[in-house]
C-alpha cells in the first residue's frame, strides 16, 4: 500500500505546485505583458480617478446620463450577488411585479415600461388615470401600481365580472405608443451587463440633450461613434457601453455646472 500511496502524494503535490502555483503565475504574467488594460479590470478614469470598469455595469439615474438596463443583482450590478431574477417568461411576478410587506421586492416589466415611458416622454396608453396611484407628493405608488397590475380590483370602479375575460377590463394595463427595446425593461442573466442596444440609447437620447441643453442630433453622433459592432461580425448584437457614453457625454455635450 505504501509502495502505491508514495508516488501519489508525489504525484499530487507536483500537479498542484504545476496548476496551482506556475500555470496561474505564467498566465496572469503573460496577461498583463499582453493586454495591460485588460488583465487590470478594463478600468476607466476621470480626471486621474478610477470611476468604473467596461466589464460591469453601474447604476445612473441623474436625467443627464444615460441609464443601463434593468439589474436583479443585489441592489443592482452587485458583483458579489451576480444573478437573474430567475423567472420565466409564463411568470406573473415577472410581468406584474412583487410586493412583500408594503415593500417592492421586484418592480416587473409592466412598471418597468411605465417607468421608461415616462422617464424619457415616449407616449402610452393607460387603462386608469394614473392619479389614482399617485401620493399625496404627486409621485407614483409602486405598491399601488403593482397590486393594480395584479389584482383585477385594485384602485378601480367595479364592472360586471360577466365573461371569462372580464377581469381584464379590471387590471391597470399601460401600452406604449412604440415597441421598447427588450433591454430596456429586461435584465441580463447575470445582471452585470454594462451594454445597452443602440435603440435603447436612441430612444434616452432626446431626455439627456434636453437635461444637457444640447441638440439631439449631437447626443445622437455620440451614440453612433460609441456603438460596438457585434465581435468578429457575427457574434452577439451591436451594443453601446453605458459608463463609456456617460463619459463621453461629458468630454463632447459639455459637463453640467457641479460635476
Request: proline fraction near 7%; glycine fraction near 12%; aromatic fraction near 6%.
Amino acid at each position: 500500500m505504501t509502495r502505491h500511496l508514495a508516488p501519489a502524494l508525489r504525484l499530487m503535490l507536483l500537479l498542484t505546485l504545476l496548476l496551482g502555483v506556475v500555470y496561474p503565475v505564467v498566465l496572469t504574467g503573460l496577461c498583463r505583458w499582453w493586454f495591460p488594460w485588460q488583465a487590470n479590470g478594463s478600468l476607466l478614469d476621470r480626471n486621474g480617478q478610477v470611476v468604473g470598469s467596461t466589464l460591469i455595469g453601474q447604476v445612473f439615474t441623474r436625467p443627464e446620463y444615460f441609464h443601463g438596463r434593468p439589474s436583479s443583482a443585489g441592489a443592482g450590478y452587485d458583483g458579489s450577488a451576480s444573478g437573474a431574477s430567475n423567472l420565466g417568461p409564463t411568470s406573473a411576478q415577472l410581468l406584474e411585479g412583487e410586493v412583500e410587506d408594503g415593500k417592492v421586492v421586484f418592480d416587473g416589466i409592466r412598471l418597468r415600461v411605465l417607468r421608461y415611458c415616462l422617464e424619457n416622454g415616449i407616449g402610452f396608453a393607460s387603462s386608469q388615470p394614473l392619479d389614482r396611484f399617485r401620493r399625496g407628493d404627486g409621485t407614483l405608488d409602486a405598491v399601488k401600481l403593482i397590486a393594480a397590475f395584479r389584482d383585477p380590483d385594485a384602485g378601480v370602479a367595479r364592472r360586471s365580472r360577466a365573461g371569462p375575460r372580464a377581469s381584464q377590463w379590471h387590471a391597470l394595463i399601460i401600452t406604449p405608443a412604440q415597441p421598447l427595446p427588450a433591454d430596456a425593461v429586461t435584465g441580463s442573466g447575470s445582471g452585470l451587463d454594462p451594454d445597452i442596444s443602440p435603440a435603447n440609447a436612441r430612444l434616452q437620447a432626446p431626455r439627456v440633450a434636453r437635461a444637457r441643453g444640447v441638440a439631439v442630433a449631437q447626443i445622437e453622433r455620440l451614440i453612433a461613434r460609441y456603438t460596438q459592432a457585434p465581435a468578429f461580425g457575427l457574434l452577439g448584437d451591436a451594443r453601446v457601453n453605458v459608463l463609456e457614453l456617460n463619459l463621453a457625454l461629458d468630454r463632447h455635450a459639455g459637463p453640467l455646472a457641479g460635476q
